[in-house]
T-cell receptor, first 116, second 113 residues
Framework: GAVVSQHPSRVICKSGTSVKIECRSL??????MFWYRQFPKQSLMLMAT?????????EQGVEKDKFLINHASLTLSTLTVTSAHPEDSSFYIC????????????FGPGTRLLVL | LAKTTQPISMDSYEGQEVNITCSHN???????ITWYQQFPSQGPRFIIQ???TKVTNEVASLFIPADRKSSTLSLPRVSLSDTAVYYC??????????????FGTGTRLAVRP
């Protein structure tokens, strides 16, 4: 199956700093990428949909100025958590959907963010 | 987006067949049914996808009745390593804009020795 990577796999930062998470589709071009957040023992919650070359579409309740998404190429999308606070600590997962022919999304391995 | 309902948890023993049923009463004509497996601290992993009747691959089978209002994921002869959360999702991912998937609660499967 298609491979999606995320970097870093885990990050610890101080409150007030910004953290950037990268999502890459390694063997296919992804016209659409999705960003999810998952708290312990809970399901995945969609944060935003990212289309290459256009602005991301955010889900209700997700602050677009706090969670900056850039999808500058067909293989890379980034999520920047600005001025992170402890309540932003979570597991962030991206997924990618191919340009054509693909029937399903492929998920990255996730990034564990801990804000102290 | 079609909402899905699954059992919160299931228990099984090694070597048994496990069937997890998902209800999706308002599934749309163009929607596919996709199942994912997730281990702790990992991203979901694609298991199987289907539209109607039966689909089988090397790890699972997916049974979909004619009305498509439910589906059953069948895992043959589970092992301890199959302990995970299983998500059933319904959506039309073939749309050019990409349809977003809504994750339900998932089913937490515990396989015991």
């Amino acid at each position: 199956g298609a491979v999606v990577s995320q970097h870093p796999s885990r990050v610890i930062c101080k409150s007030g700093t910004s953290v950037k998470i990268e999502c890459r589709s390694l063997d296919f071009q992804a016209t659409t990428m999705f960003w999810y957040r998952q708290f312990p023992k809970q399901s995945l919650m969609l944060m935003a949909t990212s289309n290459e070359g256009s602005k991301a579409t955010y889900e209700q309740g997700v602050e677009k100025d706090k969670f900056l998404i850039n999808h500058a190429s067909l293989t890379l999308s980034t999520l920047t958590v600005t001025s992170a606070h402890p309540e932003d600590s979570s597991f962030y997962i991206c997924s990618a959907l191919g340009a054509s022919g693909q029937e399903t999304q492929y998920f990255g391995p996730g990034t564990r963010l801990l804000v102290l | 987006l079609a909402k899905t309902t699954q059992p919160i948890s299931m228990d099984s023993y090694e070597g048994q067949e496990v069937n997890i049923t998902c209800s999706h009463n308002n599934i749309a004509t163009n929607d596919y049914i996709t199942w994912y497996q997730q281990f702790p601290s990992q991203g979901p992993r694609f298991i199987i996808q289907g539209y109607k009747t039966k689909v089988t691959n090397e790890v699972a089978s997916l049974f979909i009745p004619a009305d498509r209002k439910s589906s059953t994921l069948s895992l043959p002869r589970v092992s301890l390593s199959d302990t995970a959360v299983y998500y059933c999702l319904v959506g039309d991912e073939k749309k050019s804009s990409g349809d977003k998937l809504t994750f339900g609660t998932g089913t937490r499967l515990a396989v015991r020795p």
